[in-house]
């Protein structure tokens, strides 16, 4: 990662473990904006931002299903971050994001209470982050939904749409109609994306091959590139730490 970038990462308690994937920070200590292209990570991000020419907001960013110009990382810069993994948008969020494919939107500066002073420790944000987060859960998740997504995360999405259904108990044409109602993307879009995902880790180690259940290193290529606008050997090369996801990655 860019030296000037600090990247900080702490699990969700395991309370939460179903609706979060993590908390991050990201602080751009120069004086020069980093410039940086977004991929899609299968998450929804709910950001706390500031920095020394632009002033404090929360935005919440939507699904992501192909590269897209995440923009510039403001000089001295700080990003606090809630990445939820889809269960949240019903049972924390409780509405649909279906506006939000491939897009985001600007919040009030009190949303779910949070403020500027709020960026000033990143454990105790967490810590207050999880505590707003367990009131906001109102009921016990449907068994079969809880059983659906812990198979395709547990499996980066990898099972077939009729090994899911077939598992979870709950037909594919239900299942397709609750994924485009809340997130506006079919079961087998988002699986897409999860395993794309999870071939970054192994690319971000140089590893140009498949190891996510795709049948041939030809089907990987055009996979990757489908979704990422990149062959993942320009992934890996990651120039000027461009892709800022794989650089998060390598960081680890």
């Known amino acids: ?4 970038l600090e990247y900080k990462s702490i699990s969700p308690p395991q309370n939460l473990a179903a609706f979060v994937d993590s908390f991050w920070c990201m602080h751009n200590k120069s004086d020069k904006t980093i410039e940086t292209i977004g991929l899609p990570d299968g998450r929804i991000d709910l950001s706390l931002f500031q920095s020394s020419e632009e002033p404090f907001r929360i935005t919440l960013l939507g699904l992501g299903t192909h590269q897209y110009e995440k923009g510039k990382i403001p000089a001295n810069s700080l990003t606090f971050v809630i990445s939820f993994k889809l269960p949240a948008v019903e049972y924390i969020f409780h509405e649909p994001i279906v506006t939000l494919l491939n897009d985001a939107k ?16 990143f454990e105790l944000f967490c810590e207050k982050a999880s505590q707003k987060l367990e009131s906001l859960i109102v009921k016990e998740m449907d068994s079969r939904k809880q059983k659906l997504f812990n198979l395709i995360y547990e499996s980066n999405g990898a099972m077939t749409v009729k090994d899911l259904a077939q598992q979870s108990n709950w037909s594919s044409r239900q299942i397709n109609r609750y994924f485009n109602q809340y997130f506006g993307i079919s079961l087998k879009g988002f699986c897409s994306i999860l395993r794309f995902r999870a071939s970054l880790e192994h690319i971000a180690k140089g590893k140009l091959f498949p190891e996510e259940n795709f049948s041939d290193q030809t089907h990987f ?13 320009e992934l890996f090369q990651n120039k000027n730490d461009r892709f800022i996801l794989l650089s998060a990655l390598s960081s680890k």
């Open 106 to 121: 600007i919040l009030g500066d009190d949303f779910w209470g949070f403020k500027k002073k709020d960026l000033e420790n």
């Open 221 to 233: 290529i055009k996979e990757i590139k489908k979704i990422s606008g990149s062959l993942p050997k």
């Open 1 to 4: 990662m860019h030296h000037d």
